[in-house]
């Protein structure tokens, strides 16, 4: 099965109540670790790249890899999804290769880190809209502006600031102009391990507090103006499990103790209209830990596949319970898979609509 598009995906999740996990990538070992748990829990999946991992992987392996993927797993629903695109130029780029999905971050300018105006993302998302919905591409859209940085990505702004999150009135606003097919929300999470360095009197991490209130608002907002169920994103959502980072440091890492996004919180926006949520951080210290746990207990160890075997497998474990959290298990061969042409036939008759 070719890969299919977010759209898809992101509507029969609606329909199903569940949400999607959509888990960057940046090499071979990470693809394989989450396809193969797709396709082990029958689960619809997002693979996505950012701008960074596509220089890591000169763009043209990890399109090789990913038509190897869906070559591998020919039974898996998954969206090839770009992450945070800071131009028009990075999208068209991404469609070019494949990428069934595209995100026009115009929240920041085309330098991934100082604040657009509201009308410069309007502007730069429609135009992505435009172009990605002729070929069946999906695009995400983002309103405010997240917190941290991440891959050099990021205004940096503070875990506590307010005044560049999500306004549920633009949102609709945002919607309406742009034909965006699911919008990324400033809620306060941020990208990154320390989302926030905050800690109780005995020194225990503390999570951010979100401004879950304005999921609620955005999408009662939204279906009152003709978008029922519309697709909304999180971000910047790893939980950062202690056990985890604990593996990290017992095999001599220095991760800061800290604490992410807590499930209860996805499931409140799974209940409330979110579809997409971000992983990438916990992968990444998983994979860290094991690689760490392999090298400090047996250091005699040179085959890089003694480290990356194990990488691969606690990602998979990962992934695996992401999966069932999310929702997503179990829906993958609930709907036939619908190809870009006719969803670019779908997008044009809709315009006519309009
Ligand atoms: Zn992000």
Not at 158 to 169: G, K, W
């Amino acid at each position: 099965m070719p890969m299919v598009t977010m759209r898809q995906l992101l509507e029969e999740a609606a329909k199903g109540g569940y949400g999607i996990g959509a888990f960057n990538v940046n090499n071979m070992e990470q693809i394989q670790a989450i396809m193969r748990a797709a396709e082990e829990l029958d689960a619809p999946v997002i693979i996505q790249a950012s701008r960074g991992a596509l220089q890591y992987s000169e763009l043209i392996y990890l399109k090789k890899l990913m038509e190897a993927a869906v070559e591998r797993h020919p039974g898996v629903k998954v969206a090839l999804h770009l992450d945070h695109g800071n131009s028009p130029e990075t999208c068209k780029q991404a469609i070019d290769l494949g990428f069934t999905s595209v995100m026009m971050d115009g929240s920041l300018m085309a330098d991934g880190k100082t604040i657009g105006s509201y009308e410069y993302n309007v502007e730069v998302t429609a135009e992505v809209v435009e172009m990605a919905h002729k070929h069946g591409v999906s695009v995400e859209g983002e309103l405010g502006a997240l917190g941290g940085i991440e891959d050099g990505h990021g205004a940096g702004l503070a875990v506590d600031d307010e005044e560049h999150l999500t306004d549920p009135e633009q949102a609709v606003d945002f919607v309406k102009k742009t034909g965006i097919d699911c919008l990324a929300l400033a809620i306060g999470t941020s990208h990154g391990a320390y989302k926030t360095l905050r800690y109780d009197k005995d020194g225990n991490a503390l999570p951010p507090s979100l401004a879950l209130d304005r999921i609620e608002k955005i999408e009662s907002n939204l279906a009152a103006a003709g978008y029922p169920a519309f697709p909304l994103v999180m971000h910047g959502s790893s939980s950062v499990p202690g056990e985890l980072v604990d593996v990290v440091n017992k095999y001599g890492g220095k991760m800061k103790k800290t604490m992410g996004v807590p499930m209860s919180d996805i499931r409140f926006g799974i209940e409330r209209g979110v579809r997409k949520i971000n992983v990438d951080t916990d992968g990444r210290i998983a994979m860290t830990g094991a690689v760490r746990k392999v090298l400090m207990e047996s250091p005699e160890k040179f085959d890089p596949r003694d480290w990356l075997k194990p990488a691969r497998e606690a990602l998979y474990e990962l992934i695996k319970g992401k999966m069932k959290d999310f929702g997503q298990a179990g829906h993958g061969s609930e709907y036939e898979a619908v190809s870009l042409s006719e969803m670019a036939k779908r997008y044009e008759a809709e315009k006519a609509a309009v």
